[in-house]
């Protein structure tokens, strides 16, 4: 049998499969306070064949917020409604990650009582539009975190970790990826900082690398992965020097003995041979295609070595059953990207299974 279907450590568990669900913001927590739905239960738990799911983003506090109906785990109702959630997923022998997602600077004061201004390592605006209740809005320019600022943000994450437990969470998955705010500290037009937290590249990584520490700390390194994207520049995100700085935050990660860690493949494809051997744990592969999904080809990046895991965005949002398709040559459902985000369970919980279609 192909090594996708093998069982692999991650961390403290072992997985039934190398196939992992990408975390998908589907803005549907239309639940009281930023709280996740049955209807999101039911999503997650079709996909429960996955050797692991990693959520959606979900706000570790209130200004970490970044789109209108993303969920949160921040407060005592998000983690009881997020209980209904992890349950059902383990009972049908699932695994299942928070992904902590803090937006930064691509926040909006619309999402924030008060209209709070979003947070950023430095007062830099994205160019760009984001999604609001009243329509797209140009990105702010954020307050920039002072010292007690940074500390509380990462104590936030620390807190959202444990929520994450005791909502039944088997571990997080923190964002470092894809223009939000640790990623901003990451770059270098995001980040003008001259203190310890910006600067050199050792100056960037350091917001990265404190909240990992403390994750880490709050819950056990062995149930935290963390997810980086190097060159994908998505929410004005640049990276002048981008193999120095991830080849210095694996370092700088390597002794915490992270669960895994989560690449989504930008254009420097090349570089994901070196981040393999400079890595010394678990590696999911979120693969580069261009040319559009080919899971049968995705999952000889585990046969070549290159991945432990792979991981699929697009492909397990429409098709609950993935792993049972790729491993019968089954057909695929296409996505409907006009429902991706917010609205019903229309291209949400209504793709079919194979078992399903074959019963019409
Ligand atoms: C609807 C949608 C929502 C996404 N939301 C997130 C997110 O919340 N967090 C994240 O890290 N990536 C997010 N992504 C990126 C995916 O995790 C993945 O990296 C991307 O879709 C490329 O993989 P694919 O080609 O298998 O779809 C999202 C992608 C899609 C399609």
Redesign the pocket.
Known sequence: MSLAYQPVTIGRYQARNRLVM?????NRAYGPGASPTDLMATYYAQRASAGLI?T??VQPSPIGQAFPN?PGLHSAEQVEAWRAVTAPVHERGGLIFA?L?HGGRIGHPSLYEDRLTPVGPSPVRAAGMTFTADGPQEFVTPSPLDQAGIRATISDFASAARNAIEAGFDGV?I?A??G?LLHQFLSTNANLRTDEWGGTAHGRIRFTVEVARAVAEAIGADRVGL?I?PVIGYSDIREDDHRATYLALLDALNPLGLAYL?L?EGADTEFTESLRQRWHGTLIL????PGG?TGPE?LKLIEAGLADLV???????ANPDLPERLRTGGLLNT?D?DR??GGDHRGYTDYPTLAALGEE
């Not at 990408?22 to 589907?26: C, E, L, V």
């Not at 979120?286 to 295609?289: A, K």
């Not at 991981?311 to 949002?317: D, E, H, I, N, R």
Request: charged letters at 10%; proline letters at 8%.
């Open positions: 990408a975390p998908m913001t589907r990693i959606e983003g993303t992904q997602q998955e964002h990826a894809n939000y997810r994207s989560h989504a979120n693969p580069s295609t999904h995705a991981s699929f965005g697009g492909l397990f949002l996505p990207q991706f985000y």
